[in-house]
């Protein structure tokens, strides 16, 4: 009895993790990577344009580029090249200081990129609503594709649990509780196994998570 309660438990969350591994939407994951490109190329264009200015013969236009290099330099001269999270918040923060501190503001005027700035700003909600488009689908899916997955496989460890507690109760056997302890590790063990799977099927490098 155990063992086959067992064989199906692995077959349950065998089947569990397919269903999360395709909880990955194509033509939304599609979406978010062009976004995230609009959005790489427009950071990369205000960059570019502002160590051009720093090279310029005026010592002002040189002193104004070069404030607005120090803030990208503070929160990120690769961000095009990190995490879509870490990116998005980082890029939130460059926004907000390129907005509200009245120096900079007021080089950017000066220097005519207010609409290089615009853009940047556009690319990055584009991204952000197109990223949380994904989210919600995904939920969807889940909820409706997994809901039965996981109630087999919720089902079934109950019932390997209540058979082992019986038999555990009828015959004061200490192999049984071994068997119960040897089940979570594996229970454990499949969840990692899992998150594994759910990271490899991530279509681009910038899904992972970066580590500054």
């Known amino acids: 009895m155990l063992a086959s309660l067992a064989d199906k438990l692995t077959k349950a969350v065998e089947a569990l993790s397919s269903?999360?591994?395709?909880?990955?939407?194509?033509?939304?994951?599609?979406?978010?990577q062009s976004a995230d490109m609009v959005r790489d190329r427009s950071f990369l264009a205000l960059r570019t344009a502002l160590e051009s200015l720093a090279h310029r013969r005026d010592a002002a236009t040189v002193q104004q580029a070069m404030l607005l290099l120090d803030?990208?330099?503070?929160?990120?001269?690769?961000?095009?090249?990190?995490?879509?999270?870490?990116?998005?918040?980082?890029?939130?923060?460059l926004l907000n200081d390129l907005e509200s501190r009245a120096e900079l503001t007021a080089a950017i005027t000066s220097l005519k990129l207010s609409?290089?700035?615009?853009?940047?700003?556009?690319?990055?909600q584009e991204f952000e609503a197109a990223y949380q488009d994904r989210t919600l689908v995904s939920a969807a899916m889940l909820t409706a594709t997994g809901k039965e997955a996981s109630k087999e496989v919720v089902a079934?460890?109950?019932?390997?649990?209540?058979?082992?507690?019986?038999?555990?109760?009828?015959?004061?056997?200490?192999?049984?509780?071994?068997?119960?302890?040897?089940?979570n590790e594996v229970v454990d063990s499949y969840t990692q196994v899992i998150r594994a799977r759910?990271?490899?099927?991530?279509d681009s490098p910038k899904e992972q998570v970066d580590n500054g």
């Open 19 to 32: 269903v999360l591994v395709k909880i990955q939407p194509k033509d939304k994951t599609q979406v978010i």
């Open 71 to 93: 803030i990208f330099h503070q929160h990120g001269w690769d961000l095009h090249n990190r995490s879509y999270a870490t990116e998005s918040s980082r890029m939130v923060d």
């Open 115 to 124: 609409d290089v700035v615009a853009e940047l700003k556009l690319a990055q």
């Open 156 to 183: 079934t460890s109950t019932a390997l649990f209540q058979a082992i507690d019986s038999l555990y109760t009828v015959t004061h056997t200490e192999d049984y509780l071994t068997i119960a302890n040897r089940i």
């Open 198 to 202: 759910i990271t490899r099927a991530a």
